[in-house]
């Protein structure tokens, strides 16, 4: 597997089957529910039936709260594979979400005063949940190529800005909530069978490039989007992720491969650190394709073109 570690944060929703598959190692995250308990998101979330939890988050979505782990959890968790003569590349969630980034560079830099010859890289993947999941399992094929560390970060570095978001929401409320969603004021509320189409943009927030009415039409609108954006879908794996979604994904999943005819399509959840600060109505693809544009002007025409042909 090589002589470096990869490392993400919890929220990247890695399936673990693939986890186990590449050998990815997930830092824990904490999450506290209604009455201020400590859930441990990995033991807890195989008792916790998935839709009983997203039913108990609609009810009372401001209780249930997520944190990073702190510089001192890092620091040990780095230092368990420095002390192995590893070295790290350690890949987090959008930094204009969560200090998860900061948290761990701060870490990197006193584990390098300890081990000055162990590497350590982090990477603000400027994406969240399946997306950057799936550039982390990118990382770990990569090292099974036998490319180094520092190849490997520079690889993710350079094409960290390919990984695409063709999906919707149902529900903006969350995401507005919890500061994760551009222009967020304008986006409370929910209008019946509008579905929200968004990307990820260059700063790491969701942006909203239009509004499709019904599914039918949004599974068009999100069909063509790919078409534009994607880049070699027969070399690909695509990630599909939803909360308390999984008919619709798989309806989805059904289409991206009759369309598009990728090696494989895997219907991910979003569990619960990511799930939190999203929400319920997620159901969206994940690929890499074509460099997404600093303002978003070119996949918003491609939105906007696709939305028109729909009237």
């Known amino acids: 597997m090589g002589s470096f570690v990869i490392m993400a944060d919890a929220t990247c929703d890695i399936p673990q089957e693939f986890k186990d598959k590449y050998d990815i190692k997930v830092i824990k995250t904490h999450i506290t529910v209604p009455g201020g308990k400590q859930l441990d998101w990995e033991s807890d979330w195989l008792q916790y ?100 560390m520092t190849q490997v970060a520079d690889f993710i570095e350079e094409n960290k800005n390919r990984y695409h978001q063709a999906g919707w929401m149902d529900d903006l409320n969350v995401l507005a909530k919890k500061g994760r969603l551009t222009n967020a004021k304008a986006f409370f509320g929910t209008l019946a069978g509008v579905k929200p189409i968004g990307e990820v943009d260059s700063g790491g927030m969701t942006t909203v490039l239009g509004k499709a009415r019904g599914a039918k039409a949004a599974y068009g609108v999100l069909l063509k989007y790919m078409e534009a954006t ?45 799930g939190i600060n999203i929400g319920t109505g997620l159901m969206a693809a994940y690929y890499t394709g074509k460099p997404i544009t600093e303002d978003l002007s070119f996949e918003r025409k491609i939105i906007e073109q696709a939305l028109a042909e729909t009237k």
């Not at 308390?244 to 399509?265: D, G, L, N, S, T």
Request: hydrophobic share 35%; with cysteine; aromatic share 12%.
């Open 49 to 148: 039936d998935r839709d009983e939890f997203y039913r108990d988050f609609k009810k009372n979505p401001n209780g249930f709260t997520t944190a990073p782990p702190s510089v001192g959890e890092f620091e040990a968790a780095f230092e368990e594979y420095a002390k192995q003569r590893m070295d790290i590349l350690f890949i987090t969630m959008s930094s204009a979400m969560s200090g998860t980034f900061d948290f761990a560079d701060q870490a990197a830099k006193e584990i390098a005063k300890k081990y000055p010859d162990i590497k350590i890289h982090c990477v603000d993947s400027r994406r969240y949940s399946s997306s950057y999941g799936l550039m982390a399992v990118h990382a770990a094929m990569k090292r099974e190529e036998g490319l180094s």
């Open 230 to 274: 994607i880049e070699n879908p027969e070399d690909q794996i695509i990630f599909i992720a939803h909360t308390m979604r999984q008919a619709q994904a798989e309806a989805y999943k059904q289409m991206i491969e009759e369309k598009f005819h990728p090696k494989a399509v895997y219907v991910n959840d979003v569990f619960p650190p990511s």
